[in-house]
């Protein structure tokens, strides 16, 4: 689930996988986690979204499908009901800018060390 969780997974491909039935896998699933299959993808969809949102340039829509999330509607909600804050003030507050990088030659000549503290 960790590596395919962009993809549409159901509880009938995880217990065909895991050779179980399906009702045995949610049980013992959540006897292990705390959480169903589905609220555990849920998570790690939304974990990934926040990775991407933090760090990439890409839209809040291309984030969305690129997570797995199909309607980007739902992709909000779900959004907010986990961290509190929608998909877009999330980025707003957490986003970290690249810094820009300046040749040392061109900052010299404006008289600035590259090197100044």
Known sequence: MDECYATDIDLSELSKIACVSPFHLLRSFRDAFGITPHQY????????ARELLSFSDSSV???????GFESPGSFSTLFRKVTGDSPLSYRSRIFVRRPIWIPSCYLRSYGISPFAE
């Open 41 to 48: 993808l849920m998570r790690r969809r939304i974990d990934r």
């Open 61 to 67: 829509t291309d984030v969305c499908f690129e997570v």
